[in-house]
């Protein structure tokens, strides 16, 4: 079989395997595939390759369990932590701020570390962020000594 | 709510109104695709997952700063490797367990590729991936994320360019030096 | 403007000491569930309670507190598990994140697949929840929810 005077150049074959030739070259190069074994055997690499990637990936996808990722961060959305976090970081954007402002936050942190005493957290052992319930009534209640956070809920269906 | 309908003028312009169900669709629109691009990246399920959690909150923190010239694929595919890309320097692998995963067990062995369907040949096309991951993982990080990007969402190479803010020949080179070493360290795996 | 500036960098340090915080990303969590049936009747104290006892009888008036089931799990971010419970009913738990010293944990209880009760809730490392009031067979299931990490 006779090569045509096209040279296999590996760029190329890269290009037309990903389609990023202009119409011209990619007919050109494709003329030149059907006679090139060498070329050929190089695209089928190129495909075995690809091939295999998605393979592995779509194993993961289908392991990953994406379905709870949603609900996820819906939930995260609705606490609007990072919402506040970005309005403060938003104060801190012009640059010549920063360092005084790390500066003078350390310094507060610092104190207020050394000031607090390694004493008992305070608050309730659990902090309700929301509830939703098909009960007629739900009760929140505290255990009086250690503060263990109680839900009591009337369960009607 | 048919969510067929929404396009994606109509889905950003939603999204910049808080609307939750608009943030579901976009979720379930594009989970997939970027965990497949995450995973790429970073190789590990976990982290891929907690890094798909951050790129959504980014989103949602950012929608309303949008501008709608590159495409909304474009911009989240951005903000997927960015993060991936950042992953490992906020947390210093901090919080990461060493977790024995599949992919890094053992010594592994270069049988024979078969592509009989008996537990022999599964166990084969599964060391063959597992390897295949491991070669992946030792590529220039660089070049890794263009060949994610080209083969998770069959992005152009000018597309390639947007998102990572590169020039177009630059895809095209670091692309082929990916598939070169990778097709070199799988040489023994190739027919 | 600068006094505006210096003003808020201080509300943001007064902040960043309160115990809430942004959530991150962190290790996995164990959480311990016991499913405990109380009721009137014959007074009985299951010996296996001993930890969580005088917590329940502070709160409730029941005279007995069995321990129907105690279930473990190991939680990374983003990860459910789920405990059979009594009378066709599931728990869900789902950990979102950690903050600070407090979990954050997503638990929803199904009965027959429909759900029956959600709550998004911060809770204090080696501490728990008890959730209560479904009825089961003359008395009423709670559930110990403790967490560590």
Known sequence: MKKTSHQCNTDLLNRFFDHELDPDEQARFSRHVKECPSCQEALKDNQSISDLFKACVDEKIFRADLDNLEEGVLDLIGQKKYSLWLRLKDLFRPRKFLIPAAAIITMLVLSFSIIRQHGPIPGPSAIINSFEGNGSYVMLLETPKSHQTVIWFNETF | ?191 | MLVKRLMSLLLFAALMWAPAGPVMAGPRVSIVVKTILASQGSKFIDPNLSAVIKELQSVFRYSSYRLLNQNSMNLGMGEKGTVLLPGNRVLRIMLLGIAGKRVQLRLAIFKKKKKIFQTVTQLLNKNSIIVGGPRHRGGYLLFNIFTSF
């Not at chain 2, 709510?1 to 396009?7: G, I, Q, R």
């Not at chain 2, 210093?92 to 060493?98: E, T």
Request: charged share 35%.
């Open chain 2, 1 to 191: 709510m048919n969510t067929e309908l929404w396009d994606e003028k109509r889905l950003i312009s939603l999204l910049k109104q808080g609307n939750d169900a608009a943030f579901r669709v976009l979720v379930r629109q594009y989970n997939n695709r970027l965990f497949g691009i995450a995973y790429g990246i970073v190789l590990d399920r976990e982290e891929s997952l907690e890094i798909l959690q951050e790129v959504f909150l980014k989103v949602f923190q950012n929608i309303h700063r949008f501008r709608e010239e590159a495409g909304l694929s474009t911009w989240l595919h951005r903000i997927t490797v960015n993060q991936c890309l950042n992953w490992h320097r906020r947390w210093k692998r901090k919080f990461r367990w060493q977790q024995n995963t599949l992919e890094r067990d053992g010594p592994i062995d270069y049988p024979d590729r078969g592509m009989d369907n008996d537990p022999e040949a599964i166990y084969r096309e599964k060391e063959l991936k597992n390897k295949f991951m491991e070669n992946l993982g030792q590529l220039p990080r660089e070049e890794r994320v263009v060949f994610v990007l080209k083969e998770v969402e069959g992005l152009s190479y000018d597309e390639i360019a947007r998102v990572l803010k590169i020039k177009r020949g630059t895809v095209s080179s670091r692309l082929f030096y990916a598939r070169q070493r990778l097709k070199e360290s799988l040489t023994r795996y190739m027919d």
